[in-house]
């Protein structure tokens, strides 16, 4: 009893303030079902490296002294020394996608280019508000709606709000359903909102399949030689799934590996939600600044759709734009629900989806020119 009071004793007010934080993601994550992979180790990773004298964080072995303990190891190896788990997740990401859609329809490219819009709005303002160079740059990436590649980035940029960040990233990933279309309604009329777009997708042959990413890949090094990481995992993880001789292999990489990464990497990061760090004025600004990257992003797409409407015979309905951030699949049926909301005959999933695995696509690129820049 006498250690349960010394303990109880010891937890400071803003060790509190992150029990509540932790709380409140496992209960985004079970009860409101927002990316509970990543929500769910990331809020129970905040109470655990937050316990007092936490043998998460290090460990006194008699003999030995003081080691460092199994969250601070795994952030250091997986994270800090190497990037590896966000790199591996981008495998399994990658085996997951899709690029069918986009291929049939490849003016669906511009939109996520488009979309990226608000990272770089959102640095000039983060460094307008005194935040360091290098921090603003890992700032305005979360405008990506890519949890990975915020996490890689503000990593290799040694930031000092890598905690904030990915909390900040994967928070607006799993909030989607309910900001974009606040965002999308923002600067677009009902009418614009019932433009029906007719989908004839055209014939994508393997061959096309199997050469994109690897083609894909080969422009990024060239363009931005900083994000070849990024794009390469992504694209080695689509050739597998496209190759059609490792089947097994593909299965795998989108369930296991990516389901593995995913789970050690929510609690890994919480080594960077260390209260003495975290509960600051800086990460209430940085969860505001999130929040307006990932919105002007949305805006952008938008934005840039109806730009493409003046010169366009055939209407694109603008909400295919904000769907040219990386959050995939969620930004992509987000569209599909209010195109039917609309008018319950305007489906525009197939269209959303191209936009959105061009997201995916455009924010490790994005992330990779942050990185050549800023570096």
Known sequence: MEF???????????????????GLLIWL???????????LPMGFGAILVNLPMSGALNQTVTGVGEVKGIVQWLFEVGIEASEAMPLLLF????????????????????????????????????????????????????????????ILVSQALKSSYIGPIAVAAYSYMALVPII?????????????????????????TKTTRILFPIIATMIAGLIAPASVSLVGFLMFGNLIRECGVLARLSETAQNTLANLITLLLGLTISFSMIAEKFVSVETLLIMGLGLFAFVFDSIGGVLFAKLMNLFLKEK???????????AFPMSARVIEKMGIAEDNQNHLLMHAVGANVSGQVASALAGGIVLRFFM
């Open 4 to 22: 349960l009071w010394e303990g109880v004793a010891a937890i400071t007010a803003k060790q509190v303030v992150m029990y509540v934080i932790g």
């Open 29 to 39: 994550a079970i009860k409101k079902d927002y990316e509970p992979a990543l929500l």
């Open 91 to 150: 495998i399994g990401i990658g085996a997951m996608i899709d690029f069918g859609p986009l291929l049939s329809n490849p003016k669906m490219f511009l939109f996520g280019a488009a979309a990226q819009f608000g990272i770089f709005v959102t640095i000039v303002l983060a460094t307008l508000l005194g935040f360091d160079l290098r921090d603003a740059a890992s700032i305005g990436i979360i405008g990506a709606a890519d949890g990975p590649t915020s």
């Open 180 to 204: 974009q279309p606040l965002a999308i309604k923002l600067v677009t009329t009902k009418k614009e909102r019932q433009i029906r777009m007719s989908y004839r997708p055209a014939s994508v």
């Open 316 to 326: 694109v309905n603008p909400m295919v734009g904000a769907a040219g951030i990386s």
